[in-house]
């Protein structure tokens, strides 16, 4: 039996967010590594590995045979979720996407509004937008992490729609709801700082003053709030 591959830090944090025991959907499976990755530890009982083009999705198929995935993981050519049925999935990884993709994928899947289904979310742009998107839709974020791969940071959550308004602080937007502490988080931090100092500067530049006054507070709450000095 070939030996299992260990996922890369960002897959893994993503792993870690999935219920132990559930019915898996892996949109934009590209390799499929992380729906085989859980079958093979035993964490979840079965998977269905999704992408919009063929050529992933062979490449997946035959990944899923060299590491012996078996019949628990199967296969779909699918743009987001829309060859997916409810009862194929309880817990919906979207990972490696930008967020207003991911956004879209959410907001037109309507099963997906269900207490009882999971989303596991790791976006690589736009990630503001995917959160209050999120918020608006009724999904309320329940756990995020940061991880830092490859030399970049990245954030990753895990979501339910609930029938409730969804509460959010003022630091929601950029930070989520990343608790200070660790030196991953401290990046992400860092990271944000670094993407609104860039728009406070704009704004000074064309004279917004009033948004350039929302920016500057924006930073010295997350310096604060995060513990950031320099």
Wanted: hydrophobic share 40%.
């Amino acid at each position: 039996m070939r030996p299992l591959f260990q996922l890369g830090p960002r897959l893994a944090l993503c792993a870690g967010f999935v219920r132990e025991g559930t019915v898996l959907c892996d949109v934009g499976t590209d390799h499929a590594y992380l729906p085989i990755w859980l079958l093979k530890t035993g964490k979840i009982s079965r998977a269905l590995a999704c992408d919009i083009r063929p050529g992933p999705l062979e490449t997946a198929r035959k990944d899923g045979a060299k590491y012996e995935a078996g019949e628990g993981l199967s296969f779909r050519l699918s743009d987001g979720l829309r060859q997916v049925s409810p009862e194929e999935a309880e817990d919906v990884v979207i990972a490696g996407m930008g967020g207003e993709l991911i956004l879209r994928i959410v907001e037109e899947t309507p099963w997906l509004r269900d207490p009882g289904k999971r989303l596991v979310l790791q976006p690589m742009s736009s990630v503001p937008e995917l959160r209050l998107g999120l918020a608006e839709a009724g999904f309320q974020v329940l756990e995020e992490e940061a991880v830092i791969d490859g030399g970049k940071v990245y954030s990753a959550f895990s979501a339910a729609w609930t029938d409730s308004p969804v509460e959010a602080d003022p630091l929601y937007p950029t930070m989520g709801k990343l608790r200070p502490g660790g030196s991953c988080v401290e990046a992400y931090a860092r990271k944000v700082l670094r993407e609104l100092d860039a728009q406070h500067r704009g704004a000074v530049h064309t004279g917004d003053e009033e948004r350039a006054a929302q920016l500057l507070a924006e930073i010295g709450r997350i310096r604060e709030t995060y513990g950031i000095i320099s």
